[in-house]
């Protein structure tokens, strides 16, 4: 028990990045004065948080948790915990990082707590978190877009978007000690060298589309600041905040929206311009946990009840990828439920029953997005990678394999990318659950080499020894290799 206490205090020293910002925001009785411990001793288990007043337990599930064997281990604990009347509540790394305000808002329901909006989060002491990189301040020089947005939520954000109220390049001359590294004259932006930093500076511009759907023409270079929000998508993200006092320009009601969790476009016309503008508000949904706002949802109906379909698909397939790189199952949801897949086809698509996002984060996949998109019949519409095409072709031949027995789907499996192996449970769920449960960490100790060295010569039998010590070893995991050279002996008769 002494070791326990140990270990918990050795963790409590070694907080990964999520249980830190999870810890800052629950800590000191700061959440409605309920009083945390973390790293916490229950019986034989550490918990990673707990609210003992109110029987609440925390846990974060990251790389630790994804270990199989932690997995068993996981259920037994969770019933121990159980039983002693605590609930538990999981979150996902990636729920801390990109969704932090979904997670306030889910403990607010589990700890009872009747708080509409939730308190924005101070600004931290000597503020511009995000903003005091690049260290150049101007009265015309705004933080603009996302950065603005990012510090007021109190989220990181490593983008920093800047804009000249005028022209950004004859600006950029006048700099004391910058190095003009590249000038794009038609979009007034310029790209500088400032205390070894690179910066990138626009100009305040206003934009058309003459062709809706495809990207926009400038139409004024060093437009006033407030023409250059309007350009924008969304009125979080029409902010700009001076560099030399720090103050906040908010001509569209920003401010409010973030107080209320809201999206809300700038104007009637503005998914009919770029509809890729419904995936944005998708992807900060799920990112911050809000909603559209009810007007906007109208818009949003009604676009999706007449799309142009004339329109850069390049645009949308990085939107796509975007959103569902996040691995969040509520964004398939809504992107399935809103009608909004039917930007790439008119094709009909129901959403599957098995929520394999978990699966995703359990096997790290790199390539997120496609195991979603690529479920809908019909991406012709989408510029895919090779890769990306692979992982689609392969799930297709897929749903027309038929995997009889274990040995099966093994070699499968194993032979395609693993996103298409996940986006088969939405078809068949058992067999992928099988596969990852008892076969995918399966693997012969015995090469090639160990063969050779037995003074079998290299030929066919060889694959067809593989295949039969393959399925001697999914009936029997525990053969070690002195087992699988002894099949050997027996196989070619040594
Ligand atoms: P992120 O944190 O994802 O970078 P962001 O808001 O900074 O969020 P960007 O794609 O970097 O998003 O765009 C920067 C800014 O440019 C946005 O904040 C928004 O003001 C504007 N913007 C981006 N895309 C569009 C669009 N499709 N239509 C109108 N304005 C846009
Ligand atoms: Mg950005």
Redo the contacts with the bound molecule.
Sequence with gaps: MKKLTQTARILRKNMTEQEYKLWSLIKNKQFDGCKFLRQYVIGNYIVDFVCREKKVIIEIDGAQHNINKNIIHDEERTKFLEKLGYSIIRFWNNDIDYNIEGVYQKLQEVLNINNQHPPLPLPRKGGDDNMNIIGLKDKNLYY???????EILGTK?F?V?LTYDGDAIEFAKTIDGAEILQINEPFGTVKIKYNNKNIDIASTRSEDYPQKGHL?VVKKIGCSLKED?L????T???MAKTTLTGEISDYTGGLSDIKNKKIRVLHDE?FI??P??IL?AL??SV?FGFELEEHTQHLQKKYLENINYDMSYK?LQK?LK?TFDLNSWTAFEKFVNEKIYKLISQEEFELPKYDFSKLISKYESDNVWIIYIGLLPDISSLPLSKNENKIVESFKVLKNTSLESDFDIYKTFKNIPIESVIMYSSINPDIVEQYFENLHDIKLQITGKDLKNLGVEPSEKYQEFFDFVLRKKIENKDLNLSDEINLAREFFKL
């Design positions: 603009i877009g996302g950065v603005v947005r990012d954000n983008d978007d926009p929000v350009r924008r998508d969304f979080i993200n029409a503005s311009d770029d890729t503008r944005r992807k900060f990112r645009r939107e975007e």
